[in-house]
């Protein structure tokens, strides 16, 4: 099930028309690039959170898209459900406009909508970048908003000025005050907690999980379907998502960060800022998660894009579970009147295009339907697990007695005698060889090498890493000479 935002810390929302620098001016109070920035209009279209703390103050921030009321049309409408989410869930609201720009219809319809909330309601103007610009900010007080502040987002001027408005409108969380009394030494040994209780009530370990793929394969969907709620935006429009959006479900006593990200395309074929942008976050974002669901379309099948972007996961050293989705589309339930897929056909299809992830547990799954999305947990607790497995060296020493290096196709000058071999690091799993050379493993030995890891210990859905490091006969110490009778 999805977990609740704290009710402590309390939540600002930022909202405004497209392209007045909401997602400036959110990075700005969060001190970080989270949201993509460009002059494109419409670059932000689901929710995206971020986190700040002012004169000692925890405050959530909340990014939404560009709102245009009574908007007819599939994505501006979505936006707008969207952005009606995060009214409903915030403290506070910062209406942002544009002060280079004449106030329009959609400034004063989206001011009333927002004063009928009866929250807490600031108007910044941005893109003041000058003293002199100052009081053109006074023209907006025809929005009806009397708590108006000129700010530019892009070099942070008025934003200190900004968050103490917020802080003032907003009232302290209980919690805050009861952090500021301090209690007695008596009080504190009286209320100790048992270790063992401490440990039962320790939070359970997040794992990060990026779901990733080409444009249009359902990724959204299957975010939605897995954290159960319309947390993404879904459009048979390819490329809808832009900014990676994340979602926090806790199963089965394990707590999983799913990241949506933008579809990868070829380089090729990304022409607006925005879409580049959103390549390139997501990549970033992969890159500091756990595991990656790769999302495949069972209708096209898998194809060289496929391989490129599962690539990317097997290099960055992530865990891999191979997601088949819209399997309801061509497996057994399909309704065409064409002749069902058979899975384990399909299977090793999947298997010949990507190689190089033949560690990786393939599930298929229609995101749409909800059908067997259980099974996409079992993986992710499973991949997880064996991601941070660690083997200690002596089960290692034993293992290497049993492996015949002989046996690993190798150029002879790239041949090595190894003595022993220990695990360095988990997440991925990385082995050190301690070997007689100071050479760069062959391909073809580390694969051989981690392939008798895997028959000996599993390491199911992720990657392994083989080192080398030399050993010289000095460092090993001189050999015991049996003596002779």
């Not at 832009?242 to 022409?271: L, N, P, Q, S």
């Not at 899975?343 to 990507?354: D, F």
């Amino acid at each position: 099930m999805p977990i609740p935002a704290s009710t402590q810390t309390p939540l600002l929302a930022i909202v405004g028309r497209p392209n007045v620098g909401k997602s400036t001016l959110f990075n700005r109070l969060i001190g970080s690039r989270r949201a993509i920035v460009g002059d494109e209009p419409g670059i932000t279209r689901d929710r995206l959170y971020g986190e700040t703390t002012w004169e000692g103050r925890a405050l959530r921030v909340v990014d939404t898209g560009g709102i245009i009321p009574d908007e007819k049309e599939h994505i501006p409408k979505e936006i707008f459900r969207q952005a009606r989410v995060a009214l409903d869930e915030a403290a506070a609201i910062i209406m942002v406009v544009d002060a280079r720009t004449e106030l329009a219809a959609p400034d004063m319809e989206l001011a009333r909508l927002l004063r009928r909330l009866s929250k807490p309601l600031l108007l910044a103007v941005n893109k003041v970048d000058s003293r002199q610009q100052e009081p053109e900010a006074e023209n907006f007080r025809r929005l009806g908003i009397t708590e108006v502040y000129p700010v530019s987002a892009e070099h942070g001027t008025g934003a200190a000025e900004l968050l103490d408005a917020v802080l003032k409108l907003i009232p302290a969380p209980a919690q805050e005050a009861e952090e500021a009394i301090e209690p007695t030494e008596s009080e504190t040994s009286e209320t100790t907690i048992p270790a063992d209780e401490q440990e039962e009530k320790a939070p359970a370990r997040e794992t990060k999980v990026a779901i990733i793929g080409h444009p249009n394969v359902g990724k959204s969907t299957l975010l939605n379907a897995l954290t159960g709620t319309a947390r993404a935006i879904v459009s048979p429009i390819a490329g809808t998502t832009r900014d990676a959006v994340d979602e926090t479900v806790e199963k089965a006593g394990a707590r999983y960060r799913f990241i949506d990200t933008a579809g990868i395309r070829r380089k090729g074929k990304t022409h607006l800022m925005a879409e580049k942008l959103s390549v390139v976050m997501a990549r970033k974002h992969l890159e500091a998660a756990d595991v990656a669901l790769l999302v495949l379309d069972a209708v096209e099948g898998v194809n060289s894009l496929d391989a490129t972007i599962g690539g990317y996961a097997h290099e960055s050293g992530r865990s891999v579970v191979i997601v088949v989705n819209k399997w309801d589309l061509v497996g057994p339930t399909r309704k065409d009147g064409a002749r069902p897929a058979d899975r384990a056909v399909y299977e090793q299809q999947v298997r010949r295009a990507l190689k190089f992830l033949d560690y990786a547990p393939i599930v298929f799954v229609s995101a749409s339907t909800g059908k067997h999305l259980d099974r996409i947990f079992s993986e992710l607790e499973l991949v997880a697990a064996e991601r941070r497995k660690r083997i200690s060296t002596a089960q290692m020493n034993r293992f290497l007695e049993t492996v015949d290096f002989d046996r690993a196709s190798v150029p002879h000058r790239q041949k090595v005698k190894v003595f022993y071999m220990t695990q360095a690091s988990v997440a991925p799993p990385t082995f050190v060889l301690f070997t007689d050379k100071d050479v760069k493993l062959h391909f073809s030995y580390e694969r051989f090498v981690g392939n008798q890891i895997r028959r000996a210990f599993g390491f199911i859905g992720t990657p392994i890493r083989i080192k080398n490091r030399a050993r010289s006969k000095v460092e090993l110490g001189p050999r015991k000479r049996k003596r002779r009778g």
